[in-house]
């Protein structure tokens, strides 16, 4: 199967800087997707990675490592409104670009 | 504005009733989809369709059925043989090279 493993909750600083690793099987997938979810609402789109590398877009930034089977999210200058569950997913784009997340990893910024 | 509207946000389901939830999105985008989420969990595909008049089962199908007549539409059923109904459904579209996935604000269902 196409598992994808992320840590379960995280918890940070205002201010401060925390990184979400998520690690998955290395065949099938094309790509890695980060969302924000903030509880009982939809997910928003962070990033997108295709190729190995960092992508910085503000305070957040995603990086991939293909061969490793690894990804993490950054968020720098955390805020409170940073409080919220990150989803982890890889698409498969032979198959209908289908979306398989992580269980998500729930972070709480504390003053 | 653009955007995908799901509704109802609350349902209710009684025992042995079939219930359909709406997805809809102006957005101009081939490919639809349905999740379930659990509390606490990620989310899990139940059917997506890449055009109009065609869908495939993802990895939780059993106990529900789609239909895409339009491609603004893509409402999901939410059978009686579904035991555990009981989640927040996600919708979401997508188009274009990346593919990003939107989501609507999602339907909570809750069994009476």
């Known amino acids: 199967g196409q598992n994808i493993d992320q840590p379960t909750e995280m918890t940070a600083t205002e201010g401060a800087i925390v990184q979400i690793n998520c690690t998955y099987q290395?065949?099938?997938?094309?790509?890695l997707f980060w969302y924000q979810q903030h509880a009982g609402e939809a997910p928003t789109f962070l990033s997108y990675?295709?190729?190995?590398g960092l992508e910085e877009k503000g305070r957040f930034s995603s990086f991939l490592s293909r061969s490793k089977g690894y990804s993490y999210l950054l968020l720098k200058e955390l805020q409170m409104k940073d409080s919220a569950s990150y989803l982890c997913?890889?698409?498969?784009?032979?198959?209908?670009?289908?979306?398989?997340f992580g269980g998500g990893t729930r972070v709480l910024v504390k003053p | 504005d653009g955007g995908i509207t799901q509704s109802p946000k609350y349902l209710f389901r009684k025992e042995g009733q079939n219930v359909t939830l709406s997805c809809e999105q102006n957005?101009?985008?081939?490919?639809m989809y349905w999740y379930r989420q659990d509390p606490g969990q990620g989310l899990r595909l139940i059917y997506y369709?890449?055009?109009?008049?065609?869908?495939q089962k993802g990895d939780i199908a059993e106990g529900y059925s789609v239909s895409r007549e339009k491609k603004e539409s893509f409402p999901l059923t939410v059978t009686s043989a579904q035991k555990n109904p009981t989640a927040f459904y996600l919708c979401?579209?997508?188009?274009?090279?990346?593919?990003?996935?939107?989501f609507g604000a999602g339907t909570r269902l809750s069994v009476l």
């Open positions: 997913a890889g698409v498969i784009k032979a198959a209908g670009n289908k979306l398989t």
């Open positions: 369709s890449q055009i109009v008049n065609d869908f």
């Open positions: 990675n295709v190729l190995d």
């Open positions: 290395t065949s099938g997938f094309n790509g």
């Open positions: 979401a579209s997508s188009t274009g090279d990346k593919n990003i996935q939107y």
């Open positions: 957005l101009n985008h081939d490919a």
